[in-house]
Each structure stands twice: as structure tokens, then as C-alpha cells.
């Protein structure tokens, strides 16, 4: 009861500094708006997205809302469609790089010693190599199915957070409460627990929140690049109707729209929560 | 010689050193990542219907039977002495595929990084006082942020390339009996763009250096000495924050060598960036080693350089005459 109280009175104080936050509403209601485009998409769209409706690069009409792309097929249905995969993968390789990085961030911060340095020393080194061509690398040798995608973009997050989180860590084991812990002989599995924990808790959002904006970055660039799903993509969507720009704009426009509407959300979003959870902890 | 000399010298070469170190270390990291996984490559490249023979005969082409850390060796040492291999896709040799592109980047990064140094310090200066300018440089700077790079470049193309005006060519495709330089109609979309990605980044830190130089106390007790915010700003808290901007213009450089693949695909420009695309695609796994341990040599380089800047600029290790 005591500890449920104390829980709900910690997030009454962050919504308190969200809920006056104007970004936090401009974010929530893109991000809402293209997810829900998204999922509820498919069965919204007018034609079948793979189907040809009328000639290539029709301008916007009374049967095409936004005219035909590249091979002639309906604009709007393929928005409406193409966003599902997306999501999820992007989601997907989010969680899983975080998750990952945490672990081995924590791990490296509790157990100083010279594995420990070694491989801090690694995950350094994978930081010099720019993450678009570190998730081309993965590609190169193991191709691009969707799943393979997504764990290339989840791997190329995990030097990243791991180095975010081993720093947060650092900062707990050098507090006093964590000392004393250690003195009092609480094993390092309950120190991890207990004390690091929910101590790096803040840390691990404000990172899931960065490290999603930049899988859905990520994504979205290499199915732009090629190697998407093959069905359809609203990075593909661009990159197909790319030479259609003069003729047909909006084959381009539109999915550039809902992906700038969509990433701008997520930044926005993200500002918010991390300002009021430095709020937070400054009063 | 006096001690801080001796202190610095040291410094410099326990820099240096860690530089080889983790130059070795990506090299590893990314021969690893190709081509010592388990994951067949010869079957890759030959594809399902291969015979056994074929499979055989191509894995002794590529040395893919011998011992791991053989291949290592064998390959790195042929970086070293500047046999770069023979293209699995092309089957002509990577130096000669690579050399014309890779002028082309460099003429693109680099005429990027001459305009993107001083236009990022100067918005990074006018965005460190607070007022109508800082909100306008923040909003920009926020938005290209979240938005990935190739989409920077669609929305030059669509504004100037064809879409709303027709200025300029939507794409690039150099002629490859000129060096780039001689094309310049041809550079400057794909140059706008890769100083656009940039920008942000640079103005972003430059910013937030200088507003925390501000907050000093040193810098307050200027002030109450009566000196106006821009002589402040650029006689005081600049100068000391010279170190720090320069590791951040290394990571400029850092931004403009990921931006490559993208812009170079936007404008199907021929460059290292739209060469690598096509050789990830292509699965020439020789061609994509290579291009990824060039560009992490040339940025570990420049983090060297900077941070070489950064330590021959601080006060306090400043050589006593």
C-alpha cells in the first residue's frame, strides 16, 4: 500500500511538469495520428496497393486523392499500407537494443576489472564507425530479410546505450547508499537490483526514447536505400517515385510528410519526457 | 625541456597509440562482422543451385579455408601494402573501382566541411544569446535533426529540383572523364544538402558550450564589469571553449562521412557512399570492407587530430617559455 503510494506520487510529479508542456501535446497527437494511419491503414485504403488504377505519375484526381506513382498505382492506398512493418520493426529493434545495451552497460559499470576495460575499449571502437555503415556491414554478410533488418539496427544501438548506461552506473557505484550496500555484503546480483536499478531507471527512458527515434531513422533510410521488405514502404515509396518528382510530387510529398510528421513527433515527445525528468531531479 | 612539455609529449603519444589501437580493433570488428561469422559466403555469392565443386573452388579463391585468424592476417596485411583485393562483383580490382569515386566524395565533404565550420560556429554564436534568434536557430536546427538524411535531400529536390522550381539538376550524375570540381552545377544540390545534415549538430553543441562558459564565474564577473553580451561572448567564452568546438568539428566530419551514403543515393551521385549501397546490395563483401575501414581510418584520424587540437589549446597544459 505505503510503497504503491509512493510510486504514483513520483509520476504525478513528472505528468505535473508534462501535462503544462505544449510539445508533449504537439508530439503525442503526430505520434498518435501516423500510428493509427498506420495500423487502422489497410483497411482505410480505397484500391488495392499493389493494383494498377490508371496511368503512371496521374496527378491527384476524383479516383486517386493523390494521384498514381511510378508503375500507376494509387498514392494514398499505398500510404495507408505501408507504414505497418515499419513500426513494429522499428519498435522491435528499439527494445532490443536497449535492452542489450542496459545489460551490458550495467555489467561493465558493477564489474570494473580488465574484461571490463577490454570490451568498453570495443564498444568504443564500433562508435567510430558511423551506424548507417555498421548496419551495412551486418547486411553485406547476412542479407536483408526483414528480421535481419531489424536485428542489424538493434545490434548498431548497443554500443550506444551501453556507454550511456555504463556512465550512469558509474556515477550510482561511487554514491555512498551504494558503498554502504556493498559494505553490508548485499551480493552483486541485489545490488544491480536494488540500487542500480531504479537508480539508472531515468537514464534507460530518456535513451529508449533517443535510441527509437533513430531505429525509425534508421529504417526508413535503408528501406529508402533498397533494403526494405519489398512490399510496400514509405521509404521505398520515395525512393520509387523519386524520378516522378516534376510530373507527380505528391508520390514523393506525401510519404516524406507522414514520415517528417511521424519523426517530428517522436523528437518532440522525447524533449518533453527528458525535461521533465531533468525537472524532476533538480527540485 | 620543463615538465608540462614532458607531460604533454606524453599525452600526445599515449593518444596516438590508443588511435592504432582502436584502428586494429574496428579492423578486427569488422572482418569479424563480414566474413568470419558463421554464414556462407561463397554459397551467398554463388547462390542455392552452386555445385559443390563450384562452392569449393571459390572458397579456395577467397582463402575462406584457411584458419580465421589467417584470413585476418592475410587481408590486413594486403590493406597495409595497398592491395585492396579484387571486386567479387565486378571481378576488376577495388583500387581502380574506388579511385575516381572516392576523389568525388572528398571534393563533396570537403567543400561541405569549409562552409559547415564557420556557418555552425556563427549560428552556434547568435544562438547562445537568448532571444528571437535562438528560438528560430533552435526550431531549424530541432527539425533537420529528426528527420533522416535522405529526406533532407528529397525536400531540396522537390523545392529546387523539378518539384516547385526547376533550378538546378534533381540528380548528379557526374561525368567520369572530369574531376567533380570542373561539374559545379552538378555539386551544389548534393553539397547543400551534406552541409544541412551537418549544421545542426555543430551549431547544437557550439551553443551549449557557450552557454555554459557563460554561466562561469569569471564570465559574470566580466559582465559586472561592465562588458556588453557580444564582446563577451566572443573575447572571453570563446577562446576558452576552442578545444572542446574542435573535438566537435571532428564529429562534423563524422556526420558528413555517414551523410554520404544517403545524399550520394538521393542525387545518384558517384561516390563511395552510392558505390558501397550498390556493393552491400550486390553482397561484394570485399568492396564493403574496404569502404568501411577507409572511412573509419580517415574519422579516427581526425578525432585525432581534434583531440590533439583540444589538448595543444588548453591552459593548463600549455608549454611554459
Known amino acids: 500500500m505505503s510503497l504503491h503510494a509512493q510510486h504514483s506520487k513520483t509520476s504525478t510529479s513528472v505528468w505535473h511538469f508534462l501535462r503544462s508542456d505544449p510539445r508533449l501535446w504537439a508530439g503525442a497527437v503526430a505520434v498518435a495520428a501516423v500510428v493509427l494511419l498506420a495500423i487502422a491503414g489497410p483497411w482505410l485504403a480505397p484500391h488495392d496497393p499493389s493494383a494498377f488504377v490508371g496511368r503512371l505519375y496521374l496527378r491527384p484526381n476524383a479516383t486517386s486523392w493523390l494521384g498514381t506513382d511510378v508503375l500507376g498505382r494509387d498514392v494514398l492506398s499505398r500510404l495507408l499500407a505501408g507504414g505497418r512493418l515499419f513500426l513494429i520493426q522499428g519498435l522491435a529493434a528499439a527494445t532490443f537494443g536497449v535492452l542489450a545495451g542496459v545489460l551490458l552497460g550495467i555489467l561493465l559499470g558493477v564489474t570494473k576489472g580488465r574484461t571490463a576495460a577490454f570490451l568498453l575499449f570495443c564498444s568504443d571502437s564500433v562508435m567510430v564507425i558511423p551506424q548507417i555503415l555498421l548496419v551495412l556491414l551486418i547486411l553485406a554478410a547476412f542479407g536483408s530479410a526483414p528480421l535481419t533488418l531489424t536485428i542489424a539496427v538493434a545490434l548498431a544501438q548497443v554500443a550506444y546505450t551501453a556507454r550511456v548506461i555504463f556512465a550512469a552506473t558509474g556515477r550510482v557505484t561511487t554514491e555512498d547508499y551504494y558503498r554502504a550496500a556493498r559494505a553490508v555484503g548485499m551480493g552483486t546480483g541485489s545490488l544491480v537490483l536494488r540500487e542500480v536499478l531504479p537508480n539508472v531507471a531515468p537514464a534507460v527512458l530518456v535513451e529508449y526514447g533517443v535510441r527509437l527515434s533513430i531505429s525509425f531513422v534508421a529504417l526508413a533510410s535503408l528501406s529508402y536505400l533498397g533494403f526494405g521488405s519489398g512490399d510496400v514502404d514509405w521509404g521505398a515509396m520515395i525512393h520509387e517515385n523519386q524520378g516522378g518528382i516534376a510530373l507527380q510530387p505528391w508520390a514523393v510529398v506525401a510519404p516524406v510528410l507522414v514520415l517528417a510528421a511521424f519523426l517530428l513527433g517522436m523528437n518532440l515527445l522525447r524533449d518533453a519526457v527528458a525535461r521533465a525528468l531533468a525537472a524532476r531531479s533538480a527540485r | ?321
Open chain 2, 1 to 321: 625541456m620543463s615538465r608540462t612539455t614532458q607531460v604533454s609529449t606524453r599525452l600526445i603519444i599515449r593518444r596516438v597509440l590508443t588511435g592504432v589501437a582502436m584502428l586494429v580493433t574496428v579492423s578486427v570488428l569488422v572482418f569479424v562482422a563480414t566474413q568470419a561469422l558463421p554464414g556462407d559466403i561463397a554459397r551467398t555469392i554463388l547462390g542455392q543451385n552452386a555445385t559443390a565443386e563450384q562452392l569449393t573452388q571459390l572458397r579456395g579463391e577467397l582463402g575462406l579455408d584457411l584458419p580465421v585468424w589467417q584470413q585476418y592476417l592475410h587481408w590486413a596485411t594486403g590493406l597495409l601494402t595497398g592491395d585492396l583485393g579484387t571486386s567479387l562483383a565486378s571481378g576488376s580490382p577495388v583500387a581502380e573501382l574506388l579511385r575516381v569515386r572516392v576523389l568525388n566524395s572528398l571534393t563533396v565533404v570537403l567543400i561541405a566541411l569549409v562552409i559547415t565550420l564557420p556557418l555552425g560556429l556563427l549560428l552556434g554564436l547568435a544562438a547562445a544569446r537568448r532571444g528571437p534568434a535562438d528560438v528560430g536557430i533552435s526550431a531549424a536546427v530541432q527539425t533537420i535533426l529528426s528527420l533522416p538524411e535522405f529526406v533532407v535531400g528529397i525536400v531540396l529536390v522537390v523545392l529546387f529540383g523539378g518539384g516547385l522550381f526547376r533550378w538546378l539538376p534533381p540528380t548528379s550524375p557526374l561525368d567520369p572523364r572530369q574531376l567533380a570540381w570542373n561539374q559545379p552545377r552538378l555539386l551544389i544540390l548534393p553539397i547543400a544538402t551534406m552541409v544541412l545534415i551537418a549544421l545542426p549538430h555543430l551549431v547544437e553543441a557550439t551553443k551549449t558550450l557557450l552557454r555554459e562558459e557563460l554561466a562561469s564565474d569569471y564570465v559574470r564577473w566580466a559582465r559586472l564589469s561592465g562588458l556588453g553580451d557580444v564582446r563577451l561572448l566572443t573575447g572571453y567564452a570563446l577562446p576558452n571553449v576552442l578545444g572542446p568546438i574542435s573535438q566537435v568539428a571532428g564529429v562534423t566530419v563524422n556526420y558528413l562521412l555517414g551523410g554520404v551514403v544517403a545524399v550520394e543515393t538521393v542525387f545518384a551521385f558517384p561516390g563511395i557512399g552510392s558505390e558501397l549501397v550498390a556493393a552491400v546490395a550486390a553482397r561484394d563483401i570485399v568492396v564493403v570492407q574496404v569502404i568501411a575501414i577507409g572511412i573509419a581510418a580517415v574519422l579516427l584520424v581526425t578525432f585525432l587530430i581534434a583531440d590533439l587540437i583540444g589538448l595543444l589549446t588548453n591552459p593548463r597544459l600549455r608549454r611554459s617559455r
